[in-house]
């Protein structure tokens, strides 16, 4: 399909104005959201010793033999804490770090990615936080009560049901029992904040526990847990090789693809930027790079090469109905973060999607795991394989859309997705944002939830385009100001040290393919509540936030259908599988 012709016609200007030079004036971006929008809460002291906190009882929370591992003082970031080892049975490991002499009564838990297995607290979508790095915060995180180690915690119910919900909420059920005990106060408000599975704890806490968090933001969230892992990367892996088992695209191929696409669909938005604003339309078809005969093979693809691109698009259909089996696949302008997702840099490197396919398969999403020797070419991608994995829906899964007791009792959500996410499709979270508005109405879900997509951004930050975001403030504004937040201002990241660009999730690009795109570091650009775009004004400095306005959204496109879309309706939630 031949893509619309562009709204815009701006390019000579657009040329004239990203030469132009960047005054000071021009440099300085009001933030959605600053310190002033928040609750002014004194500090408070501790009235406890942080080793005292070794007796503080958990038992009452998580059962017998759960119980802290250690306390100790020490720094993070610059700031004193209070740092809390602690396990709630059978084997939830968590960390709580509490400010010894800035804490400002917040708790903010933060979530974990793939299956989990460590304690990670980092905290993302909170560049320029100033409540945060100033140590305002007490922080805990979990490994949702497993080892990474473990590979086989997924036989044993228990701890299948402590990675679906228990473990992220027992840690903050105990994480405010040892904040009381510590500074003899409750905190006054909680945050959660998470992306990739951290996003899917995050909409878990939402859905299941309203009363635990004041404030939640669910980044890039694998909310469709159970056909994310098995259908969407096992047929992301899949889909690259031949018939001999080798792959067929690598991704010293993926550059040519990516700027055919933006030749194609970059000023659909009104702005050549490298960044196609909503993917959704820009129909490229990898045809049109098919080698013609006597073609130079590095200046197109071959028929296989084309092949795969399209079946990446496609995604698996069920061969008798030819029902859709996942809501989508990896949008126009995320090329380049395909590489070691599912596109190798090399013939033998074995590919995230398979290994994450294989971990989910293996440990958790079937009802009773198949053998340790189950494989990818085992797996059936029809409407058989997607029953199988219907049981534990209910379990894994966070798409209900019914948040009326979280948004009943004045809890705030902001969701966030990059558009360049090839480790989770961002049209499952335009499908539950789509399912909050059917459920709960349009004006109701806008009283407590946004939706932000990030142009250009992989998987939970990162990519092409301005990644760097502070959600965090705009969520307590909203919390404890009820200043609802509209626009938010991005901020694009340079190369990392070594060069590479940054990519949480995924293996880093050979040096070959890194490109530091020295003009955009530092760039800046608002990204409004979906479905409103941010419009180039044609006047100011192209990478300066303040150049940038609310426009029109560029499609009105729902989701599709597919096999799971009843996934996205009410549901009551499983406490565990039956045994």
């Keep these: 399909m031949k893509p619309s012709q562009p709204k815009y016609a701006h390019a000579l200007l657009l040329l004239v104005t990203s030469l132009s030079i960047q005054t000071p004036a021009m440099a300085r971006v009001a933030s959605s959201a600053t310190a002033d929008n928040v609750a002014r809460l004194a500090v408070v002291k501790p009235v406890s010793s942080c080793a005292a906190l070794s007796s503080v009882d958990l038992s009452d929370l998580g059962g017998q033999g759960s119980r802290v591992l250690a306390a100790s003082e020490s720094t993070r970031d610059g700031v004193a804490v209070c740092t809390v080892e602690a396990r709630l049975a059978p084997e939830i490991n968590f960390r709580l770090e509490l400010p010894t002499g800035t804490w400002e009564q917040r708790y903010l838990q933060v979530g974990c990615g793939g299956l989990c297995g460590n304690v990670n607290s980092t905290v993302r979508a909170a560049d320029g936080c100033t409540s945060l790095s100033a140590g305002?915060?007490?922080?805990?995180?979990?490994?949702?009560?497993?080892?990474?180690?473990?590979?086989h915690f997924g036989d044993d119910p228990q701890k299948r049901a402590d990675f679906a919900h228990r473990g992220v909420h027992l840690t903050a059920l105990a994480s405010k029992k040892l904040i009381a005990a510590f500074y003899g106060r409750k905190a006054q408000y909680a945050y959660f904040s998470g992306c990739s599975d951290g996003g899917r704890e995050a909409l878990i806490e939402a859905q299941r526990y309203p009363d635990d968090f004041d404030g939640i933001i669910?980044?890039?969230?694998?909310?469709?847990?159970?056909?994310?892992?098995?259908?969407?990367?096992g047929w992301m892996a899949r889909?690259?090789?031949?018939?001999d088992g080798k792959p067929i695209?690598?991704?010293?191929?993926?550059?040519?693809?990516?700027?055919a696409v933006l030749e194609q669909c970059d000023l659909l938005d009104g702005?050549?930027?490298?960044?196609?604003?909503?993917?959704?339309?820009?129909?490229?078809?990898?045809?049109?790079?098919?080698?013609?005969?006597?073609?130079?093979?590095?200046?197109?693809?071959s028929a296989e090469e084309v092949a795969t691109v399209r079946r990446f698009s496609e995604g698996p259909?069920?061969?008798?109905?030819?029902?859709?089996?996942?809501l989508g696949g990896p949008q126009p302008g995320s090329e380049l973060a395909w590489a070691g997702v599912f596109v190798p840099v090399s013939a033998d490197q074995i590919v995230y999607s398979?290994?994450?396919?294989?971990?989910?398969?293996r440990n958790v999403v079937f009802e009773k795991n198949p053998p340790a020797s189950f494989d990818l070419n085992a797996l059936a991608f029809d409407e058989k394989t997607f029953d199988q994995l219907r049981p534990l829906h209910a379990l894994y899964d966070a798409t209900n859309p019914d948040l009326s007791p979280f948004a009943s009792r004045g809890g705030k959500l902001i969701l966030w997705h990059g558009w360049a996410d090839p480790n989770v499709s961002p049209l499952n979270t335009l499908a539950y944002h789509e399912a909050l508005e059917a459920e709960m109405g349009k004006t109701r879900t806008e009283a407590f939830s946004r939706l932000y997509m990030l142009p250009g951004v992989y998987h939970c930050g990162g990519g092409e385009g301005p990644s760097l975001v502070d959600l965090l403030t705009p969520v307590m504004a909203w919390v404890e100001k009820s200043r609802a937040p509209d626009a938010i201002v991005v901020r694009q990241a340079g190369p990392d040290k070594a060069g590479n660009r940054q990519r949480p999730?995924?293996?880093?690009?050979?040096?070959?393919?890194?490109?530091?795109?020295?003009?955009?570091?530092?760039?800046?650009?608002?990204?409004f509540p979906y479905p409103f775009m941010a419009e180039y004004d044609h006047k100011g400095y192209a990478k300066n936030a303040n150049s940038y306005q609310r426009a029109q959204p560029l499609t009105t496109e729902k989701t599709p259908q597919w096999m799971g879309s009843g996934f996205f309706k009410p549901y009551t939630p499983l406490e565990r599988q039956a045994q």
């Design 136 to 151: 305002a915060f007490a922080v805990a995180s979990t490994d949702m009560g497993h080892q990474a180690a473990d590979e």
């Design 218 to 233: 669910a980044g890039a969230p694998a909310l469709n847990f159970q056909v994310q892992k098995t259908l969407y990367h």
């Design 239 to 243: 889909s690259n090789r031949g018939a």
């Design 249 to 259: 695209l690598l991704a010293s191929r993926l550059p040519l693809l990516h700027k």
């Design 271 to 301: 702005q050549i930027d490298g960044l196609i604003a909503d993917p959704r339309i820009c129909h490229f078809d990898p045809a049109a790079l098919q080698c013609k005969a006597s073609a130079d093979p590095t200046t197109c693809l």
């Design 317 to 326: 259909k069920d061969p008798v109905s030819g029902e859709r089996l996942t």
């Design 354 to 361: 398979e290994k994450a396919a294989l971990e989910a398969i």
């Design 505 to 527: 999730l995924a293996q880093s690009l050979p040096a070959s393919m890194v490109k530091e795109n020295v003009g955009n570091r530092g760039r800046t650009r608002k990204v």
